[in-house]
């Protein structure tokens, strides 16, 4: 999409539709890839606590976590 409205706006040829467009596409792109984000994170985190994990505390060994002190595997 950002190619086609940088391709029309530089059809017209006027450097103030040009600027205009190009400061829409960066806005856009900054909303759109900042909402995706936020959505991923809301989706690990509810993944995490659907299946009672700690999402807080990232333990590079599953042997060191405190959930598999009891010899449980």
Not at 21 to 45: E, P
């Given at each position: ?11 017209t040829?006027n450097?103030r539709?040009?600027?205009f467009a190009q400061?829409?596409v960066?806005l ?7 909402g995706g984000?936020?959505l991923?994170?809301?989706g690990g ?17 599953p042997?060191e976590?405190p ?7």
């Amino acid at each position: 999409m950002t190619g086609w409205w940088k391709f029309m706006a530089d059809r017209t040829g006027n450097h103030r539709i040009i600027a205009f467009a190009q400061r829409q596409v960066t806005l856009t792109d900054f909303v759109f890839t900042a909402g995706g984000v936020v959505l991923v994170a809301i989706g690990g985190i509810g993944n995490a606590m659907l299946h009672h994990m700690d999402y807080l505390h990232i333990n590079p060994s599953p042997r060191e976590s405190p959930r598999f002190s009891h010899g449980e595997v």
